[in-house]
Structure formats: C-alpha cells, structure tokens
T-cell receptor, first 115, second 111 residues
C-alpha cells in the first residue's frame, strides 16, 4: 500500500509570493491533516479535512488555507509569504472511526524556505 | 497554557542506557496517548500508544500514562544507535481527529 505522498519536497519562495502544497493520502483514508514543523515551535496543527469538509482549524492566520477534493487528495495554500513561514509542512492521513486510534500516517513533508 | 509540554532535550546517552522521555498535558478528556518517532528528514511514524491509564510494553519500549497527574512517559531499555531520532508525544484526540504534539525530544545514542 502506497504511503502518503507530498509534493513538492523542497521549494524556495520569496516574501510576498504564494505557495500551494499537495498531499495524496493513503488509499481509503478520508481524513487529511496538515501540520507545520519548525525547530522552535515543534509540530503545530494547521487544519483537518474529512470528506471535503474542514473539521478542525488551528491558530494560524487566514493566509493559510486548504481544501480537500472528492478523491481525498488535499492541498494547502499560503499566501503573502513571510520569512516566518519557512518550515517543514507535513500532511498526515488517517482512517478515523469507531474503534480507531486515530493514528496519523505522515508524509515526508514539503520543506519551504522563504527568502 | 500549552496543551502538551515535552522535555526539550537534546538527550545524548551511551549505547545500552535506559532512556526516559516525558510529557505533561492539560486536557483531562484525552484518551489516547501516542508516541511518534521521527528520523532526520522523514515524517513522524507511530511508535506505540496507550489507551487511558496504565503501562504498555513493546519490546524494548514501555509507554506509561498517569492520568491523575497528566503525565506521559516513554522508556527505552538497552538503547541502540538506531534509536537516535526525535520522539514526539501526542495525546488526543480532540474534536474528531486533532492531536496535539509535544515539541519533541531529540535523542542521540552513542555507540
């Protein structure tokens, strides 16, 4: 079974630009979560989508947005990039439901550098 | 107050040592207590989890939860260089499938 796939793996942008990151979950997983990982703040929750609906949102500004498609693939977008947005963005899929632990299966991340 | 606080490390130990990694959490509603391991340049992977209070053992790894004190621990016996990684605690879930992660403890096991 293929794992979670994130693209692109690495990207460099300049301040003010916008970026779109993509995530393909494990086949059959309908929940997709996004996390931002930085050395100072650790893993911070961005949002979670389930069946194309955002169920949870973290404490990030409106510049951070996401969506999920009918095939469960997800994208997140960051507009008007700031230096502080430089981070590893991790996508995780899961198959929540009765009896599920909610285990998250992570991709390898998209490393964004903002210059 | 943060939902999860984790001893930041880094932690450097000789091979064969017993390692103790710890977290505290604030939400008494959390029922699952996960430990993820993250190798350099990789995404986190679930190492083990406990449900509610108590201990769970898996080989050289033991996870402990004390819900009365909201304290989570992971013990590694006979640590190996291959255990060198960042360990993240993650209690939850909150609101469907949201987990809070500790900031991670970077462990280095020296041969």
């Amino acid at each position: 079974k293929a794992g979670v796939t994130q693209t692109p793996r690495y990207l460099i942008k300049t301040r003010g630009q916008q970026v779109t990151l993509s995530c393909s979950p494990i086949s059959g997983h309908r929940s997709v979560s996004w996390y931002q990982q930085t050395p100072g703040q650790g893993l911070q929750f961005l949002f979670e989508y389930f069946s194309e609906t955002q169920r949870n949102k973290g404490n990030f500004p409106g510049r951070f947005s996401g969506r999920q498609f009918s095939n469960s693939r997800s994208e997140m977008n960051v507009s008007t990039l700031e230096l502080g947005d430089s981070a590893l963005y991790l996508c995780a899929s899961s198959s929540p439901g009765q009896g599920s632990t909610g285990e998250l299966f992570f991709g390898e991340g998209s490393r964004l550098t903002v210059l | 107050q943060k939902e999860v606080e984790q001893d930041p490390g880094p932690l450097s130990v000789p091979e064969g040592a017993i390692v103790s990694l710890n977290c505290t959490y604030s939400n008494s509603a959390f029922q699952y207590f996960m430990w993820y391991r993250q190798y350099s340049r990789k995404g986190p992977e679930l190492l083990m989890y406990t449900y509610s209070s108590g201990n769970k053992e898996d080989g050289r790894f033991t996870a402990q939860v004390d819900k009365s004190s909201k304290y989570i621990s992971l013990f590694i016996r006979d640590s190996q260089p291959s255990d060198s990684a960042t360990y993240l605690c993650a209690p939850g879930p909150h609101n469907f499938n949201k987990f809070y992660f500790g900031s991670g403890t970077k462990l280095n096991v020296k041969p």
